[in-house]
């Protein structure tokens, strides 16, 4: 059980790391549909990372639940109830209130204490990716993927496969 709801974290790590590169790199301000829902909000965070401790815990995460829910719903129908399914349902959940965890300089001792063990992303990890070109580092929920990540230079050739096909980022954040 306790591997499989590991597998289900880092299921749920990964894909906050997706969900993130995708909005950094192809979703702005000016997207039909999801420019003022996810674009805006994006921009602002990067130019401002505090900003979004201002909004309340259900507006910093109801996006993400609705991009959470039909995955899980689809997971759930297709393979039925497991204890990984459980997990990435819970961290997918989580991870954009994890990712604002890493931003409060003050956090109930709890929090902190699931970032010192790991489970949450540590704010000194998660500051990796709002330093330079903010063009690494994206998953949001335990962090434990960034570092393999990076070293296999998975964005950059995410990116560099989407151009063979004609898929290019339209935001100005670019990886090196």
Request: aromatic letters at 14%; proline letters at 5%.
């Amino acid at each position: 059980m306790i591997l499989l709801l590991l597998t289900g974290w880092l299921i749920a790590d990964f894909l906050s790391g997706v969900v993130h590169w995708f909005e950094d790199q192809f979703i702005t301000s000016n997207t039909p549909l999801l420019g003022a829902l996810v674009g805006a909000p994006n921009e602002l965070h990067h130019s401002d990372p505090q900003a979004f401790l201002a909004s309340s815990f259900f507006d910093r995460s109801w996006t993400t639940w609705l991009a959470v829910a039909p995955i899980s719903l689809a997971w759930l129908a297709a393979f039925g109830f497991s204890w990984a399914w459980f997990a990435a349902t819970i961290g997918g959940c989580l991870a954009n209130e994890t990712h604002a965890w890493a931003h409060k300089a003050v956090r109930p001792a709890w929090i902190s204490a699931l970032q010192e063990t790991g489970v949450f992303q540590r704010p000194a990890q998660h500051s990796r990716h709002h330093r330079g070109s903010m063009t690494t580092h994206y998953c949001t929920l335990s962090g434990w993927l960034n570092p393999w990540l990076e070293l296999i230079r998975f964005w950059y050739w995410l990116e560099r496969g989407l151009a063979l096909i004609g898929i290019r980022p339209v935001t100005k954040l670019e990886t090196p």
